[in-house]
């Protein structure tokens, strides 16, 4: 790509960065949270098919991907499930094929009351558009989208397929992505562009989420000492996963992209209920666990490990010891992955480093983070290196989340320089 092509695509997502911003608050306004994902994806749907993209919107089927290597456990039902991917064929087919991944499924408001104003009603103070998802990851979807027009825009295509991939389910299993894989989408490299301040992730943790069901004895509080505390016997339970998430994070347990990292796998006791009634011992007790795991860490090692540590811990408790708790894995299920381990993934880096440089004027820089993307399906069941590249963004998953629309507009430049330095380009 010369300097003239480079300058003319730079300027070129200038020019529609206010439709940019518009498309993203109209996006943002859908409340796509897991199964209500159907007029975002109807939403997205059509503009792709505005912009002159072959659609492809199917309905996700658990018998279709239950058999597949990365499926997780599925969470209620997907009788509303949708994805939707929009290709862009190329005529010459002279450069190498490109995945657009984003999710539109977002995670719940909390209390209204602690935003300060409604999040799904977008709203932009100070170069920041607040509203649930902005930066979680409708931007990078925005931004997919938007890079595509910025070339169009100037008279120029990807000389390579690409496909623009919306996809549900990432926030709780990945199923989603999984899908796009068994419907047959394969390409050279994968970008998705979630919100990690405009740095590259090297890797990426593993992740598991269970439920951990506990039955008590129901006596009226008079009797207490008659009954079995359902809730309070979680506590000893909780205790023992702790101590289990610290034995992980030992040094000589890491990864060695996270070397650095002082406390990489966070445990957390996501949601909690039980009992019926404030003057009866609870008779039962439901607690929902999300633990974390390193790139390489076996997944099936990690569950046998939690089911043994809790089960030792019920041995400890009185009425746990012959009422032993039920376990139940309920979404996550998710392998960790590293960008090093992919030897082929070097020129999509170098790619990305050079549109990166050429709208910054700085290096790229690498970080390993303490989350999970679905970058793991394409680089460990698809051999496709996958970069994970997008926005600054803030309170992602808390309250008034809000992304940077200056950074917006740079990754945006970014990604339309790198499919245009990956793919190639071609004449419309």
């Known amino acids: 790509m010369d300097s003239k092509d480079q300058t003319a695509i730079l300027n070129a997502v200038d020019a529609v960065f206010d439709d940019e911003v518009a498309f993203l608050a109209e996006l943002c306004a859908h409340p796509s949270t897991r199964g209500n994902e159907q007029s975002a994806q109807a939403f997205m749907a059509a503009a792709m098919a505005a912009r002159g993209l072959k659609v492809d919107r199917w309905k996700l089927r658990v018998e ?38 984003g999710h539109v499924d977002v995670v719940p408001t909390g209390p209204l009351d602690m935003w300060d104003s409604p999040p799904f009603q977008p709203r932009v103070d100070d170069g920041w558009m607040y509203g649930r998802g902005t930066g979680d990851m409708k931007a990078g979807l925005a931004s997919n989208l938007f890079a595509l027009d910025a070339m169009a825009r100037i008279g120029l295509a990807p000389a390579a397929d690409v496909h623009l991939q919306s996809v549900v389910e990432e926030e709780c299993t990945g199923n989603g992505a999984l899908a796009c894989l068994q419907r047959g989408y394969r390409a050279d490299a994968a970008l998705i562009p979630e919100p990690f301040a405009e740095t590259l992730v090297t890797a990426q943790l593993g992740v598991i989420w269970f439920q951990v069901h506990l039955k008590g004895i129901p006596v009226h509080v008079a009797f207490a000492g008659s009954g079995a505390n359902a809730i309070e016997a979680a506590l000893p339970l909780i205790a ?33 209920s039980g009992g019926d009634w ?3 011992v609870p008779a039962w007790c439901v607690f929902d666990v999300r633990m974390a795991l390193f790139p390489g860490q076996s997944l099936d090692d990690a569950r046998r490990e939690i089911e043994a540590v809790l089960q030792e811990a019920a041995q400890s408790h009185a009425f746990l010891r012959n009422n032993a708790p039920e376990i139940i894995y309920h979404g996550f299920f998710a392998e960790g992955y590293a960008l090093a381990d992919h030897k082929s993934a070097a020129p999509a880096i170098a790619a990305l480093q050079g549109a990166h440089r050429a709208v910054t004027g700085a290096d790229l820089d690498r970080a390993a983070i303490t989350a999970t993307t679905d970058a793991r399906f394409f680089g460990l069941y698809a051999d496709t290196p996958a970069l994970v590249y997008g926005p600054r963004a803030e309170a992602i998953h808390g309250f008034n989340e809000r992304v940077d629309l200056a950074s917006v507009r740079r990754v945006t430049q970014a990604t339309a320089l790198f499919i245009a330095g990956w793919c190639g380009l071609e004449e419309l």
């Open 64 to 101: 279709d991907i239950a058999h597949l290597p990365g499926f997780s456990p599925v969470i209620g039902n997907y009788d509303d499930a949708v994805n939707v991917v929009g290709t862009r064929h190329s005529r010459t087919r002279t450069g190498k094929s490109l995945i657009l991944n």
């Open 240 to 272: 023992a996963l702790h101590q289990m998430e610290a034995r992980w994070n030992a040094p000589s347990c890491r990864h060695a992209a996270y070397q650095g990292h002082d406390h990489a796998l966070n445990l957390n006791i996501g949601r909690i």
């Open 278 to 280: 404030t003057s009866s």
